[in-house]
C-alpha cells in the first residue's frame, strides 16, 4: 500500500469522525489535492440524482477510497483521470458544478456520461481541462448554445475526441479548429444546428 493512499484514508478516517461528531467538521481539502476531486465527485452525484443511478456502487460509503467507485478511475497519485458513467439514469445538470470541473479535476483525461438525461448548457470549461483527451457527452439533452470556450485558450488543450451529437444544441461557439492541433474526431450530428455549422 503506497504512503499516500494510508495517508488519504487515516484522513479520511478522521474526516468522518469530525463530521459525525458535534464538533465543526473539517474541508477534506487540507488532506491533499485528490480529496478535493473527492468532493467534486461528491457534488456531481448530488446534482445528477445519484440515488438515482442505476449503479452507484460504493458511492459515497463511509471511508471508502473515491478511486473504488463505480465509473471513477484514477492514477497511481490518486488523481481522477477517468470518469465513467454512461447510459447511467444521471438526471440534471453540469452547469453549477462547471467551475469545480475545470479548478480541480486537473487530470481528468476521459470524461464519458453519454446516453444519460442530463440538460441545460455544456459547461464551456470542460473543454479547457488541460489533459482531456476524450469528451463524450452525446445522448443527453443539453440544449442551447454551447457556451463559449475562448479560442484564445484551446491551443493549451490535449483533447482528441468530442462526442456531442444526439442533444439539442441549436449554435457552436466559434469553430472548433481552434483545436485543430490535437483534435481527430468530432461529432456534432443530429442536434439542432443550422446547416452551416455541419460543413
Known amino acids: 500500500v503506497s504512503t499516500q493512499s494510508t495517508g488519504f484514508f487515516v484522513c479520511l478516517v478522521f474526516y468522518t469522525l469530525s463530521i459525525t461528531s458535534s464538533s465543526t467538521p473539517s474541508s477534506l481539502s487540507s488532506c491533499g489535492p485528490w480529496t478535493e476531486e473527492r468532493e467534486v465527485l461528491v457534488s456531481l452525484f448530488a446534482s445528477t440524482s445519484g440515488s438515482n443511478w ?23 497519485d490518486l488523481h481522477v483521470i477517468k470518469l465513467s458513467l454512461p ?21 481528468l483525461e476521459e470524461l464519458s456520461l453519454q446516453g444519460n438525461k442530463l440538460i441545460g448548457k455544456i459547461p464551456g470549461s470542460l473543454f479547457l481541462l488541460r489533459k482531456l483527451r476524450v469528451l463524450d457527452l452525446s445522448n443527453n439533452y443539453f440544449d442551447g448554445i454551447l457556451n463559449d470556450f475562448g479560442s484564445s485558450n484551446a491551443s493549451k488543450s490535449s483533447i482528441e475526441e468530442i462526442n456531442l451529437s444526439s442533444n439539442l444544441l441549436s ?13 481527430r474526431v468530432l461529432n456534432i450530428s443530429n442536434n439542432l444546428l443550422p446547416y452551416s455549422a455541419l460543413i
Open 171 to 183: 449554435q457552436l461557439p466559434e469553430p472548433f479548429s481552434a483545436f485543430q492541433d490535437t483534435l
Open 87 to 107: 447510459f447511467n439514469q444521471l438526471t440534471g445538470s453540469l452547469s453549477p458544478n462547471s467551475s469545480l470541473f475545470l479548478d480541480r479535476l486537473q487530470y
Open 54 to 76: 442505476f449503479n452507484s456502487s460504493r458511492w459515497l460509503e463511509a471511508f471508502s477510497d473515491h478511486c473504488k467507485w463505480f465509473g471513477v478511475t484514477c492514477n497511481a
